[in-house]
């Protein structure tokens, strides 16, 4: 695997550039799904506030009632939908951070195999 020092420092820079471009591909992505969370917690509260003089406006308990079904129906099906929008974002995330660090290992595990059959 290493026949020379050089070998070894090029190894070991092909480590840090994974690991940067890692931690750069993670972080990134983290501030992307940070932003949507953020994002989508604003636009929440907007429409409960608008929920909240809608139901003020209802005339009887029924229609209030009724009306108030509705917007839970509504709210969660909303927060199902952006729950598995943000988690299929990490995932997209995670996969895309360590890819650069499985290519290395594996380039290097490979190399192990080769001169171990050699």
């Known amino acids: 695997m290493f026949k020379t020092y050089e070998d070894v420092i090029s190894f070991n820079q092909a480590n840090i550039d994974a690991l940067v471009h890692s931690a750069t591909t993670l972080t990134t992505g983290t501030e992307q799904v940070t932003k949507e969370a953020f994002s989508y917690m604003s636009k929440a509260f907007e429409t409960s506030i608008e929920n909240a003089k809608t139901l003020a406006a209802c005339k009887t ?15 969660l099906d909303a927060a199902v939908a952006e729950t598995t929008r943000l988690s299929e974002m990490s995932t997209v995330v ?13 380039g290097a595990f490979d190399s192990v195999k080769a001169a171990k059959a050699a």
Do not use: D, G, V
């Open 94 to 106: 995670s996969k895309s951070a360590i890819e650069p660090i499985q290519k290395l290992y594996k």
């Open 61 to 75: 308990a029924a229609e209030a009632l009724q009306l108030q079904q509705k917007m839970a129906q509504e709210a």
